[in-house]
């Protein structure tokens, strides 16, 4: 059974770092995308940033990632099937719920997420 695992939310002053960890337990997922995802209070579920199989790195959907950029830095260990999310500089408006998420396929379509971790971003 396919499990993602969130560590290492909390709360934090504004301008303060965090480094998420995310790890992936009941399969072999070094040839599929990573991702963090996430959602704040009253707002959609929001992509924040992917790392692909092949070491490529996307930050935002396109075109808006712009807030994340240069400041949150994804990375991968596939000997640990595990993803990091490593955020500096953070602001007030990325206090959200953080989500990891898998999701590959299309028929039939597999979307595995984590339980989140909370991030708190005090003014």
């Known amino acids: 059974q396919v499990q993602l695992v969130e560590s290492g939310g909390g709360l934090v002053q504004s301008g303060g770092s965090l480094r998420l960890s995310c790890a992936a337990s009941?399969?072999?997922?070094?040839?599929?995308?990573m991702n963090w995802y996430r959602q704040a209070p009253g707002k959609q579920r929001e992509l924040v940033a992917m790392?692909?199989?092949?070491?490529?790195?996307?930050?935002?959907?396109?075109g808006h990632g712009d807030s994340m950029k240069g400041r949150f830095t994804i990375s991968r260990d596939n000997a640990k099937n595990t993803v990091y999310l490593q955020m500096n500089s953070l602001k007030p408006e990325d206090t959200a719920i953080y989500y990891c998420?898998?999701?590959?396929?299309?028929?039939?379509?597999?979307?595995?997420w984590g339980q989140g971790t909370q991030v708190t971003v005090s003014s």
């Open positions: 998420n898998i999701h590959y396929g299309l028929a039939p379509r597999y979307d595995y």
């Open positions: 790392a692909s199989s092949d070491g490529t790195t996307r930050y935002g959907i396109t």
């Open positions: 009941g399969s072999d997922f070094s040839d599929k995308n």
